[in-house]
Nanobody
Framework: QVQLVESGGRLVQAGGSLTLSCAASGRAFSTYITGWFRQAPGKERDFVARISWSGGVRDYADSVKGRFTISRDNARNTVSLQMNSLKPEDTAVYYC??????????????????WGQGTQVTVSS
C-alpha cells in the first residue's frame, strides 16, 4: 500500500516557475514508477511525466518537454515536478501517482493504482 500527498500548487503568472512535491508513505515506494498527471476542467486526465524507480528513465509529454523536470529522492520518499516557463494551458489539477507498470503502459493513468488527492495549479495570462 502506498499513500501519496501532493503539495505546491498555487496561482502563478505566465512565464513563471513552480515546483510540485509528492510525499509518499508505505512500503517499498522506491520500487514504484511515479508519474505526474493533470486534469483541466471538462477534460480527461493526461500524462505529464514519469520517472523510473531508480530515476534513470524519465518520460515527458510533448507539451511539457523542455519546460518540466521530474525527479525523485528515494531516501526521502519524495518525487518533484519542476515546472518552468508556465503557460495558461498548464492550468489544471496535478496528480501524483505510483505504479509498477513498464514501458509505454506507464503513460496511461489507468495503469496507476495509487493516487494523491491532487494540487491545483493556475497560470494567469
Amino acid at each position: 500500500q502506498v499513500q501519496l500527498v501532493e503539495s505546491g500548487g498555487r496561482l502563478v503568472q505566465a512565464g513563471g516557475s513552480l515546483t510540485l512535491s509528492c510525499a509518499a508513505s508505505g512500503r517499498a515506494f522506491s520500487t514504484y514508477i511515479t508519474g505526474w498527471f493533470r486534469q483541466a476542467p471538462g477534460k480527461e486526465r493526461d500524462f505529464v511525466a514519469r520517472i523510473s524507480w531508480s530515476g534513470g528513465v524519465r518520460d515527458y509529454a510533448d507539451s511539457v518537454k523542455g519546460r518540466f523536470t521530474i525527479s525523485r529522492d528515494n531516501a526521502r520518499n519524495t518525487v518533484s515536478l519542476q515546472m518552468n516557463s508556465l503557460k495558461p494551458e498548464d492550468t489544471a489539477v496535478y496528480y501524483c501517482a505510483a505504479s509498477q507498470c513498464a514501458g509505454n503502459n506507464c503513460l496511461s493513468p489507468g495503469n496507476y493504482g495509487y493516487w494523491g488527492q491532487g494540487t491545483q495549479v493556475t497560470v494567469s495570462s
